[in-house]
């Protein structure tokens, strides 16, 4: 009998779900020929880790594969897994590593692991001459960030270690940019510089170090493949200029509730919101359970969100609670709003970017964070 914990979620009815989530598959496609175009002559992967960034790896798999992208990256097995599912001849990296004893389940589904210490390269190498054979995975060096990855100086090691290389198939060596989307950031050049290094000992073997900011550094560090994953969603790769993506994300989140707060009365948990004058207030049915950040709460002390009510951008209210999210639409004519309305969080101008500003964090974790009561709509990719 199967446990009630692993029985398929229900499906979430339009009409019934407290915030509608539309994907445009082909603003993602868009995004990722635009990436292609940037890297010149370099393979575009794709990063799909997060579940696509939240978007779904279900769906936008299999468009960007149609697209013409032929290798993906992801954080975990379980995500390596659903990738194979939508893409079955594609090159998958599983960017966290070898975690002790699950070797096999690679070659089990036609996996590479990304190794990024001596314990993991030697796991693998004794495996693969166990009789699994000479399988591929990718070498991970760090250069700077200080998170995983072999340092430099055993990667230039291990270049030379015939009895350890000849265990395995090295498929990729690769590195992660600290800074790219500062392109001023002098560990750029000391970055590029000690990955080029490391690259010219592991002769014939291709070389990645370019993330979605990566992509557009002014020394173009693209090497054999470039990994963009952010920008693919429609965030800025270039944050201190205009966004040359695409937008493939729109938030709407559904009027519940229309009241009139009095001059003097507080709005939300503890009081931090005071109506001055009266004011009209707008109940939305979605709240931090959903993703959408409780630091992203309206204070009389500090500006927070925003929504666009009948083109109006109206700021939140009050504390975000767990399902509910109070925005102030005293501005929107009494009309032009009512129960039930879809009001948009994310989309028609106001970014993902500036959702992520506006709740002191990035909008990488915004994207993240889009839950799962939401209905979800694709708009298709038309390849």
Known sequence: MTSASNEPRPAIGEDEAGGLLTID????????????????????????????????IDEAVPALY???????????LVEARRTRAAAPDAVIYVLNGLLPGTAAAYPAHDLRPVLGSQEEVEEWAAFCRAGAGRLP??????????????????????????????AFTPSLVMSHLVSAEEPEHPINVRQIAAFTHVRERFAG???????????????????????????????NPTPER?????????????????????????????????????RRIATLSVGYADGYLRTASGTNLKSGGEALVAGVRCPFAGRISMDLITLDVSAVPEGAVQRGDKVTLIGNGLTVDEAGKRAGTIGYEMLTDLGERYYRRYLPAGQ
Request: net charge neutral; proline share 5%; with cysteine.
């Open 25 to 56: 598959l082909a603003a993602l496609v868009a995004n990722w020929r635009t990436l292609a175009a940037k890297a010149g002559g370099a393979e575009t992967a794709a990063v799909v880790k997060a579940d696509a960034y939240g978007m779904g």
């Open 66 to 76: 149609a697209a013409g992208c032929r290798t993906f990256f992801v954080a975990h």
């Open 137 to 166: 995975a990718a070498i991970h060096v760090d250069t700077g960030m200080n998170r995983l990855g072999l340092r430099a100086e055993a990667a230039l090691q291990l270049a030379e270690d015939a009895e350890l290389l000849g």
């Open 205 to 235: 073997v291709p070389a990645s170090l370019s993330n979605s900011s990566g992509i557009f550094l002014p020394q173009a560090p693209h090497f054999d493949l470039v990994r963009p994953g952010y920008a693919l969603y429609g965030g």
């Open 242 to 278: 205009a966004n040359p993506m695409r937008p493939v994300v729109q938030l709407e989140a559904r009027i519940i509730q229309l009241r009139w707060a009095p001059d003097g009365e507080t709005v939300g948990y503890n009081g931090h919101w005071t109506a001055q004058g009266r």
